[in-house]
């Protein structure tokens, strides 16, 4: 009798049991219908090669390339993930822009900043990457996976370019001393190329006879006009004077001819520039013809810095833009200059692009050949979506970044990446605002992926066999 009554309470459970699964099951299956997601759950076991993780058998053996014994591998297959996306992921994204300035995009709505007018209200489709992979960590993994996360937040960037450099001498600084005045060379007061001559400076001895003769007018033209204070001996006066001057006479000079009521056979020249000689014409006895250059120079108050830029940052820079200099032959000295030549061509050799700053050098210590050290500063006008640069997995062909779902899902996506600063990287595409993505610990879950074939293209083993 009580194993009877025990039979019937039995027979009652699994009657009750039975009527209420379909319900609890139609119940959850609407939840997920509901939320758009589904969830699968299984244990596979599989059999691989630690060397060549692409192998996959069914059963225990050798693996077929090396013949080494293959590994059991259980792998608990649980994913949740949107039906309606089949992989991606996408999001209406609501931003406003000037009506008449549509390059100009805010967050928020607002007024322009430029013409004052209410920006509009603009919807775009955001869409986030393909996912590759998935990989769903089994609780005994979680323990030993300690990852960290950063969100991904929208920023201007301002991109520091090291570049090395170059003193030049500058074009615009060069010059000159012309002989005014046709005469022979007597004496040459600059001993060699590279001699320093400052402005006022002598630099040679010229015999004229033209000169000569214009002196004695002058002193013949002073004489009369210190007789006679007429209009005309003064104006004779004058004209003598600016001819001597003309032709490289100072003052000082002619002044004391008249004193001394004689004019030297050689007459002295002197410089009416400063700088470095960089071409050295005079030599005793030669002859030179009105308007041939005497001297060379090139004046070192102001020198040129040239730098390379490399192809990758030739498009963002421009005139304008503030430069940092050190150099190695003067430690512990930094100069600020400012980009005042881009180049228009890129050298097709070097694949740069050639860029100059003007510095002032009027201490003397730049000289041409020194080294320099530049950091050029860009301030990349647009805002746009940044990561560390520890969050991006570069296999060659693709860039791939590891977004958390949920606690234990985690999800790749390739992404298309522009400029690099600081240890962040902009991304063009493949991410959205505020997700979530992994700077360490995402080479563990790439390494799960492989192993387990969690990449969607296994099938092409060039990309993940290292």
Request: a neutral charge.
């Amino acid at each position: 009798m009580v194993n009877l009554m025990k039979a019937l309470k039995f027979l009652v459970l699994l009657t009750a049991f039975t009527s209420c699964s379909p319900r609890e099951k139609a119940n959850l299956h609407s939840a997920h219908e509901h939320s758009g997601e589904e969830e699968t759950s299984e244990a596979e076991v599989f059999y691989t090669c630690s060397m060549h993780p692409k192998i996959r058998e069914p059963k225990d053996g050798k693996c077929p390339l090396c013949h080494m014994n293959l590994t059991k591998i259980e792998v608990e297959n649980t994913h949740t993930f949107k039906v309606q996306n089949k992989g991606k992921e996408m999001s209406e994204v609501k931003k406003w822009q000037c009506k008449d300035f549509p390059e100009v995009i805010s967050d928020a709505a607002g007024v322009c900043p430029l013409d004052g007018s209410e920006m509009i209200a603009v919807k775009e489709e955001s869409q986030a990457a393909a996912v590759i992979a998935k990989v769903k960590l089994r609780a005994s993994q979680v323990k030993h996976f300690n990852p960290a996360f950063f969100e991904v937040t929208a920023m201007k960037m301002t991109k520091k370019i090291r570049l090395l450099g170059s003193v030049l001498q500058s074009e615009e600084r060069e010059s000159s001393i012309p002989a005014r005045i046709g005469g022979r060379v007597e004496k040459v007061y600059v001993r060699s190329t590279g001699s320093f001559i400052k402005k006022g400076g002598p630099v040679v001895d010229l015999y004229s006879p033209k000169l000569i003769t214009a002196g004695e007018e002058y002193l013949l033209a002073r004489q009369s006009y210190a007789k006679n204070r007429a209009p005309e001996f003064r104006e004779m006066l004058k004209q003598s004077q600016e001819k001597l001057e003309l032709w490289g006479v100072k003052k000082f000079q002619y002044e004391k001819w008249y004193r001394k009521q004689k004019i030297p056979s050689v007459i002295t020249l002197y410089s009416d520039a400063t700088g470095i000689v960089r071409k050295r014409n005079a030599t005793i006895g030669k002859y030179f013809k009105e308007g041939q250059n005497l001297f060379e120079l090139s004046d070192l108050s102001a020198v040129w810095i040239e730098m390379d830029v490399y192809e990758q940052d030739s498009a963002i820079v421009e005139l304008g833009q503030s430069v940092n200099l050190s150099f190695t032959a003067i430690p512990g000295k930094l100069v600020h200059g400012t980009v005042d030549f881009v180049s228009p061509v890129l050298n097709s050799k070097s694949r740069t692009l050639k860029i100059r700053a003007t510095i002032e050098n009027s201490s003397g210590d730049l000289r041409p050949g020194m080294i320099a050290d530049a950091v050029l500063s860009v301030d990349l006008k647009r805002k746009s979506l940044v990561v560390p640069r520890s969050a991006i997995i570069d296999t060659g062909r693709r860039k791939v970044v590891w977004v958390k779902v949920a606690d234990r899902d985690y999800r790749a996506k390739v992404v298309r990446a522009a400029h690099e600063s600081e240890g962040y990287v902009e991304i063009v595409e493949g991410l959205i605002e505020n997700e979530e993505v992994v700077i360490e610990g995402n080479f563990l879950l790439d390494a799960q992926a492989q192993l387990f074939g969690g990449y969607e293209d296994l099938h092409n083993p060039a990309e993940h066999e290292h």
